[in-house]
């Protein structure tokens, strides 16, 4: 097996000549191999970015959830006639 390297932008030289990529992330400081030609791995990476933007949507939405409860100082199954009890001491 014999390895060449080729960089270029052009994208329909690189589908007819490569059978596999790297992929270099500067976000992510990392370096991934695929399996196919570069329109391949373009769709392949457009549904891993959708499926991460659904995650960190998810996140974000628990992450509102669970604030809406921080400031409430509900602790241990506390109710709010305790908390004011607690208050007036």
């Given at each position: ?20 990529t790297?992929?270099i992330?500067?976000?992510?400081r ?60």
């Amino acid at each position: 097996d014999r390895v060449v390297v080729v960089v270029s932008h052009d994208r329909a030289f690189i589908d007819e000549v490569c059978t596999d990529t790297l992929h270099i992330s500067g976000a992510a400081r990392r370096l991934t191999a695929s399996r196919g030609n570069y329109t391949a791995w373009a769709a392949r990476r457009a549904e891993q970015q959708k499926a991460w933007h659904r995650r960190a949507a998810l996140r974000q939405k628990e992450k509102e959830r669970l604030e809406e409860f921080a400031g409430h100082g509900f602790r241990y199954g506390g109710s709010s006639s305790q908390i004011n009890m607690m208050q007036k001491k």
